[in-house]
């Protein structure tokens, strides 16, 4: 079945271009289209899309409002991917902040935001890792929270996942079993309280457990 996608922009000709991107794939569809987050919760609940692109910056109510509304209110809602022209821009990491899964830049080329989508929807890996520890960095702790309640192999992967490598890619880091890995990302992931993998990495570098420049 096709990944159903719903764009949210409130500029038509960027609507336009990312709906001829994603009908272009054979496992993506676009559902619906949106001007503004206020339609957001009425389409979703109507057209239950897998994925959500979610422009940041909009007149009434923009991507972050939108987003803590959605996945606050919605039984298993989609993913969001935030869509933004500037990647260090502090909208956009409040937006990861409130559970979007990641991000895009309007001016990525066509097959990196069919990746992202594919990325997101996967949830084993992080979409643009860099950009984020960069994010964060500006908004790091002064102290560092051990987070003492997740065991050491789980303060393992979870640096690890901060560092943006996949499940694979932390099974040959450690030298386990990628499904003892899908284990323990699990588990982290319901420690911390955390939606996702892009969730529970925020929240690592907001305790200071895990330094961006370091």
């Given at each position: 079945m096709s990944v159903r996608v719903l764009l949210v922009d409130d500029e038509r000709l960027i609507r336009v271009g990312l709906r001829a991107i994603v009908d272009s794939e054979p496992d993506l569809t676009v559902v619906g289209e949106a001007s503004d987050g206020a339609e957001v919760?009425?389409?979703?609940g109507q057209l239950r899309p897998d994925v959500v692109l979610m422009d940041v910056r909009m007149p009434a109510?923009?991507?972050?409002?939108a987003t803590e509304h959605l996945l606050s209110t919605v039984e298993d809602p989609p993913k969001v991917i935030v869509v933004t022209t500037f990647e260090n821009d502090d909208y956009v990491y409040d937006a990861l902040l409130a559970g979007a899964s990641g991000?895009?830049?309007k001016r990525a080329r066509p097959e990196e935001i069919v990746a992202g989508i594919r990325t997101v929807l996967?949830?084993?890996s992080l979409l643009f890792p860099a950009a984020i520890r960069g994010m964060a960095a500006r908004r790091a702790p002064g102290a560092a929270a051990p987070l003492d309640f997740l065991t050491e192999r789980e303060r393992d992967v979870l640096r690890l996942m901060a560092a943006g490598l996949?499940?694979?890619e932390i099974a040959a880091e450690l030298y386990l079993?990628?499904?003892?890995?899908?284990?323990?990302v699990g588990n982290v992931l319901s420690k911390l309280g955390a939606r996702d993998r892009t969730q529970a990495v925020i929240r690592a570098y907001e305790s200071g457990f895990v330094r961006p420049t370091g």
């Amino acid at each position: 079945m096709s990944v159903r996608v719903l764009l949210v922009d409130d500029e038509r000709l960027i609507r336009v271009g990312l709906r001829a991107i994603v009908d272009s794939e054979p496992d993506l569809t676009v559902v619906g289209e949106a001007s503004d987050g206020a339609e957001v919760p009425g389409l979703v609940g109507q057209l239950r899309p897998d994925v959500v692109l979610m422009d940041v910056r909009m007149p009434a109510v923009d991507g972050i409002r939108a987003t803590e509304h959605l996945l606050s209110t919605v039984e298993d809602p989609p993913k969001v991917i935030v869509v933004t022209t500037f990647e260090n821009d502090d909208y956009v990491y409040d937006a990861l902040l409130a559970g979007a899964s990641g991000f895009l830049l309007k001016r990525a080329r066509p097959e990196e935001i069919v990746a992202g989508i594919r990325t997101v929807l996967a949830g084993d890996s992080l979409l643009f890792p860099a950009a984020i520890r960069g994010m964060a960095a500006r908004r790091a702790p002064g102290a560092a929270a051990p987070l003492d309640f997740l065991t050491e192999r789980e303060r393992d992967v979870l640096r690890l996942m901060a560092a943006g490598l996949s499940n694979g890619e932390i099974a040959a880091e450690l030298y386990l079993g990628l499904q003892t890995v899908k284990t323990h990302v699990g588990n982290v992931l319901s420690k911390l309280g955390a939606r996702d993998r892009t969730q529970a990495v925020i929240r690592a570098y907001e305790s200071g457990f895990v330094r961006p420049t370091g």
